[in-house]
């Protein structure tokens, strides 16, 4: 399967809209390819040299870059333009979504309810999801992760799923793999006799990295979680509808509720950027602890990584933690994968973590990855 699955629970722009998403796509690639690599540009000739002037040297680290970059005029235009493409991005996307809510719910109610269904659905009424996502709107989508309007929501779904296909089709992010696939690769790559009969898929989302494991192992029972009911309600009627079976739990990725050894793989998808490091590292003591004997934990994530980057690097990639609801972004950029998978009990041999690139090289995603003794 592609990128981009076409489904029932999609809600279908109409023509207006689409001109509306079309055009927020070609802003955001405008902003993307041609106006943010000036930033390096009014770094190199303005803000450095006036850093330099008034310190006697090189700034040294993206907390000194910042004053002298806002100072800028067009790299202020970069931003607020970069910021409101966003907020465009969601507007575009909401007019189809409120648009069709009421047909979304009822495929939902259909898709659920229905005896041909072959997945579940575990919604925990007594959950609190994280403040962290409650009350902050992640990368600025206004139904956030946590959402839950009611019994037949779905909006969180609907949004998670809308941006992302709007944002894969500009992102540079390639349509010939999804990230599950990607990662499928590796697995047969590194672990050719390796076929695993119950998977986890960690912080799931609209579940677009958990349906690939169900249709690439029919043998498998694949479960998946997240924290939000509005998110999970969708995920569950779009696994019905592309007829993937999946499991989908509403519990939190650092305490789970399933008992020790009970998998064979358990993976996460751009996951952990949206974690603390607490969460972060609570997540691979649980894979550890769920994890069979034999079992294999994969974690992967975003090509982000501080250590690679000099000092304007950094200061370029925290735009989207201050001006874009990512509070873990650095969190992330700055964890340590490696010694997380030696905290939580992983021999030290087992563990590997580097680049994987994606079949049409457009990214190359960073995989953790350790084996259980
Ligand atoms: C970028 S999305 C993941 C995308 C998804 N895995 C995919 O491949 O399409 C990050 C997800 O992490 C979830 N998340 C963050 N903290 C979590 C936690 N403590 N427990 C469970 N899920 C969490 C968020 O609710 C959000 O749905």
Redesign the pocket.
């Known amino acids: 399967m592609a990128r981009n699955p076409v489904h029932e629970m999609l809600s279908k722009p109409n023509h207006d809209e689409q001109a509306r998403q079309m055009f927020v796509l070609s802003l955001k690639t405008h902003i993307g390819r041609k106006l943010r690599p000036g930033n390096k540009v009014i770094y190199e000739k303005q803000a450095k040299p006036k850093f330099v002037k008034e310190h006697g040297r090189e700034p040294q680290d993206r907390h000194e870059i910042g004053p002298f970059m806002y100072q800028e005029p067009n790299y202020l235009m970069f931003s607020a333009l970069n910021r409101d493409a966003q907020e465009l991005m969601w507007d575009a996307i909401a007019d189809p979504i409120y648009r069709q809510r009421e047909r979304l719910e009822k495929t939902f109610d259909k898709l659920h309810a229905s005896t041909a269904r072959k997945g579940s659905l575990t919604l925990d009424p007594n959950f609190v999801?994280?403040r962290g996502?409650r009350e902050v709107d992640?990368h600025l989508q206004p139904v956030n992760?946590?959402a839950d309007y009611g019994e037949k929501d779905v909006l969180a779904g609907a949004f998670?799923e809308g941006g992302?296909n709007l944002y894969s089709m500009g992102g540079g992010i390639g349509t010939m793999e999804s990230?599950?696939e990607v990662i499928q690769r590796f697995v047969k790559e590194r672990f050719p006799d390796f076929t695993p009969t119950k998977i986890l898929?960690?912080?799931?989302?609209?579940?677009?990295?958990s349906t690939p494991w169900a249709l690439a192992f029919p043998n498998a029972e694949v479960h998946a979680?997240?924290?939000?009911a509005g998110?999970l309600r969708y995920a569950h009627a779009r696994a019905e509808a592309l007829g993937a079976p999946v499991h989908f739990h509403q519990?939190?990725?650092?305490a789970t509720t399933f008992p020790d050894q009970t998998f064979d793989l358990v993976v996460?998808?751009?996951?952990m950027?949206?974690?603390p490091q607490k969460?972060q590292a609570a997540?691979f003591k649980e894979s550890f602890r769920i994890l069979k004997s034999g079992g294999i934990a994969i974690h992967q994530d975003v090509p982000l990584r501080y250590s690679e980057r000099d000092a304007f690097g950094q200061f370029e990639s925290s735009w989207d933690l201050k001006n874009n609801n990512e509070p873990y972004w650095e969190a992330y950029a700055t964890n340590d994968p490696v010694q997380m998978f030696l905290d939580a009990g992983f021999p030290k041999d087992s563990i590997w973590y580097g680049k994987f690139e994606q079949l049409d090289k457009t990214v190359a995603w960073f995989v953790s990855c350790a084996r259980k003794p």
């Not at 979680?225 to 939000?228: K, R, S, T």
């Open positions: 999801p994280p996502l992640i992760y946590a998670y992302g990230k599950a898929d960690f912080a799931c989302s609209a579940g677009s990295s979680l997240d924290v939000g998110m519990m939190d990725a650092s996460s998808h751009n996951a950027h949206e974690m969460t997540m």
